[in-house]
């Protein structure tokens, strides 16, 4: 069994892609050790990433996380076992918001951060998952 986590955050002020590529070859080769898999999505100015695996190592790797100082507001949004990985394949994929199909966007009544008040953790799930599914670079 798996174990499944979702949050969001708000990038730190005056994050470049080149950041994000860094947090990305570090994400790579530490999950890579530890058998996690995942996705971050990076779109106005806040991150959304699940982060998938063995439960203990999930914890361990989200703990680091939410000490990271790049990003702050850190919210756990989702946490779940499941049987099956969203993302199997990859150690950590990375979708940039600017790639993302503007009608995905209206379809997922997208708000810049997904805000606790207005969407579940299943609905941000679903909203990252189809960005990831359905990114405009081909």
């Given at each position: 069994?798996?174990?499944?986590?979702?949050?969001?955050?708000?990038?730190?002020?005056?994050?470049t892609?080149?950041?994000?590529?860094?947090?990305?070859?570090?994400?790579?080769?530490?999950?890579?050790?530890?058998?996690?898999?995942?996705?971050?999505?990076?779109?106005?100015?806040?991150?959304?990433?699940?982060l998938?695996?063995?439960?203990?190592?999930?914890?361990?790797?989200?703990?680091?996380?939410?000490?990271?100082q790049?990003h702050?507001?850190?919210?756990?949004?989702?946490?779940?076992?499941?049987?099956?990985?969203?993302?199997?394949?990859?150690?950590?994929?990375?979708?940039?918001?600017?790639?993302?199909?503007?009608?995905?966007?209206?379809?997922?009544?997208?708000q810049?951060?997904?805000?606790e008040?207005?969407?579940?953790?299943?609905?941000?799930?679903?909203?990252l998952?189809?960005?990831?599914?359905?990114?405009t670079?081909?």
């Amino acid at each position: 069994m798996f174990k499944r986590i979702l949050y969001t955050s708000r990038a730190a002020e005056g994050i470049t892609m080149r950041d994000v590529y860094d947090i990305l070859r570090v994400a790579h080769n530490r999950n890579s050790e530890s058998g996690l898999t995942g996705g971050l999505l990076l779109i106005d100015g806040y991150f959304l990433q699940v982060l998938e695996g063995a439960p203990y190592s999930v914890d361990e790797r989200y703990k680091r996380i939410v000490a990271d100082q790049r990003h702050h507001d850190v919210v756990l949004r989702l946490a779940e076992s499941n049987s099956e990985l969203l993302f199997p394949s990859e150690w950590m994929a990375l979708q940039d918001g600017h790639d993302v199909d503007p009608d995905l966007l209206a379809e997922h009544a997208y708000q810049i951060g997904m805000p606790e008040k207005t969407f579940s953790g299943q609905q941000v799930l679903a909203f990252l998952t189809d960005c990831f599914a359905r990114s405009t670079v081909e």
